[in-house]
């Protein structure tokens, strides 16, 4: 379990810690993390670079420089060109952000070609839960039948909390945030990575969330 005055170590940037904290909580019990403070420490990292330190629950595909699109899509937009007509106007609702999303996420993730499911099923939540068919899933699982139809349930402070500790122990990530004698930390931290982020995005910020919430919790720092 983790207090408001660690978590607000940990995320400097969320003013909201207060509210958080029990939610967290509640969620960490839920999914079996709260079991160790391994675990919430390698959460509480991984979750902190998804969410912006808990301040986004719903992704922005708003992107003002085509270089970025190119660096977070890098196959899919391999010039700046492939990426200029997704390139969203500073402050202007131009709708580029749902002809972005529609692009990157149609067809795959359950998300049907030629929907607008890619917008509707963006990533939501601590973890980002993205595609119609992990909605699915985490409806089902969280007892949320009518996630489908309303994503946005996954915005709100609980189902944004278990949304992320359901994905978390489904694939195995407690595990992996275990610590034994005979293994390798950081390489699993990685393997987490991975799983969440299906590449290594972010690796040095999330380590360096992971070593501030150890430190706070009162365990080594790996190095």
């Not at 079991?35 to 719903?58: G, K, M």
């Given at each position: 379990?983790?207090?408001?005055?660690?978590?607000?170590?940990?995320?400097?940037?969320?003013?909201?810690?207060?509210?958080?904290?029990?939610?967290l909580n509640q969620a960490m019990q839920e999914f079996g993390i709260a079991r160790n403070l391994d675990r919430v420490a390698a959460f509480v990292a991984q979750i902190a670079?998804?969410?912006?330190?808990?301040?986004?629950?719903?992704?922005?595909?708003?992107?003002?420089?085509?270089?970025?699109?190119?660096?977070?899509?890098?196959?899919?937009?391999?010039?700046?060109?492939?990426?200029?007509?997704?390139?969203?106007?500073?402050?202007?609702?131009?709708?580029?952000?749902?002809?972005?999303?529609?692009?990157?996420?149609?067809?795959?993730?359950?998300?049907?070609?030629?929907?607008?499911?890619?917008?509707?099923?963006?990533?939501?939540?601590?973890?980002?839960?993205?595609?119609?068919?992990?909605?699915?899933?985490?409806?089902?699982?969280?007892?949320?039948?009518?996630?489908?139809?309303?994503?946005?349930?996954?915005?709100?402070?609980?189902?944004?909390?278990?949304?992320?500790?359901?994905?978390?122990?489904?694939?195995?990530?407690?595990?992996?945030?275990?610590?034994?004698?005979?293994?390798?930390?950081?390489?699993?931290?990685?393997?987490?990575?991975?799983?969440?982020?299906?590449?290594?995005?972010?690796?040095?910020?999330?380590?360096?969330?992971?070593?501030?919430?150890?430190?706070?919790?009162?365990?080594?720092?790996?190095?």
């Amino acid at each position: 379990m983790i207090t408001q005055a660690q978590l607000s170590k940990i995320l400097p940037n969320n003013p909201e810690t207060a509210a958080w904290t029990p939610v967290l909580n509640q969620a960490m019990q839920e999914f079996g993390i709260a079991r160790n403070l391994d675990r919430v420490a390698a959460f509480v990292a991984q979750i902190a670079h998804e969410s912006a330190e808990l301040t986004r629950v719903r992704e922005s595909l708003r992107f003002t420089k085509a270089q970025t699109i190119c660096n977070t899509w890098p196959k899919r937009f391999p010039t700046l060109a492939d990426a200029a007509p997704y390139v969203s106007t500073k402050g202007v609702d131009d709708g580029r952000d749902r002809a972005l999303a529609k692009r990157v996420y149609n067809g795959k993730l359950g998300n049907q070609p030629g929907s607008d499911d890619g917008w509707t099923f963006r990533g939501r939540g601590l973890i980002q839960i993205t595609g119609r068919s992990n909605y699915r899933e985490v409806g089902e699982a969280l007892g949320l039948p009518t996630l489908e139809q309303q994503p946005e349930l996954l915005e709100q402070k609980t189902q944004a909390a278990r949304s992320a500790g359901y994905f978390w122990k489904s694939r195995g990530l407690n595990a992996l945030a275990d610590d034994f004698s005979n293994d390798d930390d950081d390489a699993d931290f990685k393997k987490i990575t991975i799983a969440i982020n299906g590449a290594t995005k972010g690796l040095a910020e999330r380590r360096a969330y992971w070593a501030k919430a150890r430190q706070t919790l009162g365990l080594s720092v790996r190095s």
